[in-house]
């Protein structure tokens, strides 16, 4: 009896520890997104590319790693994200691929590749996301499952 109080003390702290973890690494990727992703993009910080990206959501945007980043996120230019292939879209991606005059598939647009990130990137346009980020790219990687 004192082993299954002792076992559920311990599944409760780790549901306690794990609930903490998400709303501190979801916090850690709204600023990331505003501080980092849009504000590198638009100063020239981060790489990006030019590639044709589905209007469709991904294999990934129903699992809980998808749910955890979101598809979708506010900015008025055309960008996608990709965080270990699940692509998260701005509201201009959208806007771009609604305004075309013919049902498509995929739209071409900038691609900025999470993987590629290095914290001298982001120590160059927010200095305080810089020591959790290995922290959060762990995170994602295990989310994410790999």
């Given at each position: 009896m004192e082993?299954?109080?002792?076992?559920?003390?311990?599944?409760?702290?780790?549901?306690?520890e794990k609930l903490v973890l998400f709303e501190?690494?979801?916090k850690y990727n709204?600023?990331?997104?505003?501080?980092?992703?849009?504000?590198?993009?638009?100063m020239g910080v981060l790489e990006w590319r030019k590639r044709m990206v589905p209007l469709k959501d991904g294999k990934?945007?129903?699992?809980?790693?998808?749910?955890f980043l979101g598809n979708k996120f506010d900015y008025?230019?055309?960008?996608?994200?990709?965080?270990?292939?699940?692509?998260?879209?701005s509201s201009g991606f959208f806007k771009m691929a609604s305004q075309e005059n013919m049902i498509i598939q995929a739209v071409e647009t900038d691609i900025i590749y999470f993987a590629k990130i290095k914290p001298r990137n982001i120590f160059k346009l927010s200095k305080?996301?810089?020591p959790e980020f290995n922290l959060f790219k762990k995170f994602l990687l295990v989310l994410r499952a790999f």
């Open positions: 082993t299954d109080t002792k076992i559920k003390k311990t599944v409760e702290e780790i549901a306690a501190k690494m979801g709204d600023r990331f997104g505003k501080e980092v992703i849009i504000a590198g993009f638009e990934l945007d129903n699992t809980d790693f998808g749910k008025e230019k055309p960008l996608v994200i990709d965080f270990y292939g699940m692509q998260k879209k305080d996301l810089v």
